[in-house]
């Protein structure tokens, strides 16, 4: 990878109290100073993974509550050629129309978290008040820069996984929620089964959208479409996600972790607020045997081995009685993955002739590499 992903930590405060949220929702709120330190210290990290470009996700917490911060953070990043993106991830609660019109003139992209039919029960309000309605009420706001939402799947969300597209597509027009698991090891094999028939009975209700001229989809199966393909076509990656390889946590208070996850738990510091570099954890954490999931033994003789490149590499870790770090997949999340690419299988079987299908994969594998 050439870019170094950063999720750009402006706030770790947050307007919700999302059930499987791993920030702490403390009132820690980053300053101008912070940013300028970021682009006066980001090389080391760029060297560090060989990067010669770096990303900007605002992240939380909710960043919006950091909106001013934000505001003066854009131009200054435009300004240095190294940014080639910055993207706000946000609930989008406090969207407003000038923030809306300020982030399109700058082409500051939107990825917007919103669980549709689950929201009341997943995202409340840090007070436990319900938000759905809030969203109705937001709709066509929010859909002036996004028409999709990242859709957290855990086990008490799996019975509802189609009736949750119908929703989204009948109340909000969106024909592709990216829906995504929570890839921790908190799935039971009851999960896993009841997962193993609603996820079948999702995939059918796909089916029939496209019989019926309707295309609609959902991230889960499009992921998989697309590591299908990477693997056919290149082989399988030398990385799961982008932590100890080539990405980034920017906490308030100017330290770098692997991720926002790593550092909402403070583990494994990058790099501190006085450009002190941490070698041994970046060389713990960057290796083959942690961040490769080609090297896992445990996924050797699997055959989603080409295509499937593991789950969360915070879940992954292990520690064993040495004290020795090492990383390997978490199994109930290989069951749930092997489920998944089973029905994007069946799902491409079923509708292999139909038209729109196959414009829609056309479309899915012309993302690839954007």
Known sequence: ???????????????????????????????????????????KMMNTYGCSQYHISYFGGEPLLNWDLIKQAIPLFKQDG???????????????????????????????????????????????????????????????????????????????????????????????????????????????ELFRVESRRLSDRIIKYFLDGQSVSVGLYNLAMMDMYVGTQYGKRPFGCFAGCHGVGYFPNGDWYPCARFGASKKYKLMDDKGNVYMDNINKLNQPHITDPRTYKECQDCKLYNYCNAGCTYSQLKINEDGVLSASPVSSVCELFKIVYNDTLYINDKLKDNSLYKGYLKSIIGSIGE
């Open 82 to 192: 190294r940014c080639n993106s910055q993207v706000i991830i946000s609930n989008g609660l406090l969207l407003t129309q000038d923030i809306i019109d300020y982030l399109k003139s700058n082409g500051v992209g939107f990825s917007w978290s919103f669980d549709g039919m689950w929201q009341d029960m997943n995202r409340p309000h840090v007070t436990f008040k319900e938000t759905l309605s809030e969203y109705k009420s937001k709709k066509e706001l929010i859909q002036q820069l996004s028409l999709t939402s990242k859709v957290m799947i855990s086990p008490n969300t799996v019975s509802t996984l189609t009736e949750n597209l119908e929703f989204f597509v009948d109340e909000f027009g969106m024909n592709n929620p990216d829906y995504s698991l929570v890839r921790d090891d908190i799935w039971s094999d009851g999960d896993i």
């Open 1 to 43: 990878m050439n870019t170094l992903i950063t999720e750009f930590v402006v706030t770790e405060q947050c307007n919700l109290a999302c059930d499987y949220c791993y920030m702490e929702n403390t009132n820690n709120y980053m300053g101008i100073d912070k940013v300028k330190l970021y682009i006066e210290n980001v090389h």
